[in-house]
């Protein structure tokens, strides 16, 4: 490996590591949390959000809020989309299309963090 080639593997690793950690994290707390029996559910949440922009188009709300969350607020698509943030940091630590589960991570991460501001 010359040049920047090995530093941008470590920087995918770690950075895939990094995010299976908190994908891990948030699929262990999630039913305590942000689950329909949760401290603060999701539901409730994406309500709130819902309410704070009424009147507005779709695309205004992914826009200030982007969450897979507008989808749904089950929680099975809450663990749902844990999972796919675990799945797609493990296969982006392995070297399986590392752009691609990168961005997979972010979305399920960006929805993630949305939901869960108070903790």
Known sequence: MTGYTYPLFLFERGLALVNLVAFLSFYVQAAG?????????AAQTIKKMHKKLQGETWMKKL?????LFWISTSDSFLFGVAYAG?????????GYFPFWN???SLVCYSSARLIGQPW
Request: proline share 8%; glycine share 4%.
């Open 102 to 104: 990168m961005l997979i």
């Open 86 to 94: 675990i799945c797609s940091s493990l296969l982006a630590m392995f």
């Open 33 to 41: 949390l942000v689950s329909s029996k949760g401290l603060t559910p």
């Open 63 to 67: 826009y200030w809020h982007p969450s």
